[in-house]
């Protein structure tokens, strides 16, 4: 189960940092992520990060969103610097185990 926190309102250029809590599987080996949605548009990839600890970012976030976990508490976090109007969006997380298990989301607001 994967519980996404850390969403709010924010105003452009501000930071927040979104936290997604797994209960009943480790992290240390799995493939994770955040996606984001906005009504009406498609899921969009924010970034991954695989067991290793190598990452990956969405050509819109790059240089201002950072992915990292921390194997011990079972969570991983996306740090958001510099956001814009356009990051507004619910953002999910995933993890990879078995297939593809969703996070219900959290909602971030960047007002301009």
């Known amino acids: 189960q994967l519980q996404a926190s850390g969403g709010g309102l924010v105003q452009a250029g501000g930071s927040l940092r979104l936290s997604c809590a797994v209960s009943?599987?480790?992290?240390?080996?799995?493939?994770m992520g955040w996606w984001r949605q906005v009504p009406g548009k498609q899921r969009e990839m924010v970034a991954i990060i695989v067991g290793g600890g190598a990452t990956s970012y969405g050509d819109s976030v790059k240089g201002r969103f950072t992915i990292s976990k921390d194997d011990a508490k079972t969570t991983f976090y996306l740090q958001m610097n510099n956001l814009k109007a356009e990051d507004t969006a619910v953002y999910y997380c995933?993890?990879?185990?078995?297939?593809?298990?969703w996070g219900r989301g959290t909602l971030v607001t960047v007002s301009s």
């Open positions: 009943g599987s480790s992290i240390g080996r799995n493939r």
């Open positions: 995933v993890l990879w185990s078995d297939g593809a298990h």
